[in-house]
């Protein structure tokens, strides 16, 4: 198609043949006074400067967006007790296109580990320094839990990241349902430290029990 329009219309290159597609969509949604202005506002940026943006914008089309998963849905045994979890979900996202996460990992804490929960406030209290993530002995983890939030969010934005299959219930990637942050095995609405971020970034998260 490209090769036709630049035949047709005498255009240099692909970044020419979109922009003849953008004043076409302006002018029939805002008539031709305003797509001749957008045309005239583009003179104002430096030729070079237009080109790099639009390389950009191209660019993002092209990537491959990949989805980041809770090791632990993968087989992983990286659980605070060490063992893994399988689901349906996972198994129906191409392989290539995952990238298995583990943010407890990520922070430095070890396997096994003691189980932990968010103390004292929610997901956004923790990451406002308002409440804790404590182990079942009364330990802090809030630091390491933080750190390997900070690890997924880099991952996160350098892989063009739009979807998360998180576990549920962790005091990291719990989507909707954590425990309520005494030990007692009882469900409360909220999330995790990591969802919540996640979700800021407008992040679709699909949660698995």
Known sequence: MFEKLKEKFNLKDEHQIIDLFLYDAIEETYGAEAALFRVEYEKTFPESEFKESWDYALSMNKEERKNIVSACLCGEKCRYNGSSLSNNVVDTLEQKNIIKICPELLGGLLIPREPCEIVGGTASDVIRGNAKILGLSGKNYT???????????????????????????????????????????????????????????????????
Do not use: D, W
Not at 175 to 187: H, L
Not at 195 to 203: N, R
């Open 143 to 209: 630091k390491q839990y933080m750190r390997g939030v900070k690890e997924v969010i880099h991952i996160t934005k350098k892989n063009n990241v739009k979807m998360a299959v998180l576990k549920q219930k962790s005091p990291s990637c719990g989507y909707g349902k954590v425990y309520n942050g005494e030990f007692s095995g009882k469900i409360i609405e909220g999330n995790g430290i990591l969802a919540e971020e996640l979700l800021k970034m407008g992040i679709e998260i699909i949660p698995v029990e």
